[in-house]
């Protein structure tokens, strides 16, 4: 899904940003995709897009440190 028509900037694009590139504020969302930095009136998306694919890859990230022992 397209979510920032004006930089093509897709979900997709949100959540690698997420995964490979560390993105977790939405001033850093802007910065590494541009999403909203024109019109601003997929700002609300593009947040609650952040939001979720953040949400959803801390949660992946503490299912693989299940079991895991620190010494």
């Known amino acids: 899904m397209i979510v920032c028509v004006c930089n093509n900037v897709s979900d997709k694009a949100i959540c690698q940003a997420v ?18 930095t024109c019109c601003g009136k997929c700002s609300s998306c593009a947040k609650q897009v952040l939001h979720t694919a953040v949400e959803r890859y801390e949660e992946q990230m503490m299912a693989e440190l299940e079991g895991v022992a620190f010494a």
């Open 19 to 36: 995964e490979q590139s560390g993105v977790r504020t939405f001033i850093q969302l802007q910065r590494v995709t541009t999403a909203a």
